[in-house]
């Protein structure tokens, strides 16, 4: 059986210093749930580069969340509840930021 050959840019990589940024304001938001600034400022730099590269949106929530499941500190949450809403609050604000560009 032959397949259509898939013609769809390939995957867009941000820089490292954005990622290492994201991770440490979301490993500080964990800490601080209450202190969203930090966060909100890396995300926006995500989501400029991210425009910048012509990401799109669900690729840039790809990122995120990979980044969000490996910190320790997500890891150590055992109700599933509070992760979960701290997470909502992450993906509202980094898809504001995306569309606010």
Excluded: F
């Excluded at 979301?26 to 012509?54: F, H, W």
């Excluded at 490996?70 to 898809?95: F, H, M, S, W, Y």
């Amino acid at each position: 059986m032959m397949m259509a050959h898939d013609s769809s840019p390939g995957p867009v990589a941000l820089e490292a210093e954005t990622l290492d940024a994201v991770r440490k304001a979301l490993i500080n938001y964990v800490d601080a749930p209450s202190q969203p600034t930090p966060l909100r400022d890396a995300l926006q730099r995500m989501a400029g580069e991210a425009r910048d590269k012509a990401m799109l949106p669900e690729q840039v929530l790809i990122v995120l969340k990979d980044i969000w499941y490996t910190l320790p500190g997500v890891q150590a949450i055992t109700d599933p509840n509070e992760q979960v809403k701290l997470l909502q609050r992450v993906v509202t604000i980094c898809i504001k930021e995306y569309y606010a560009g």
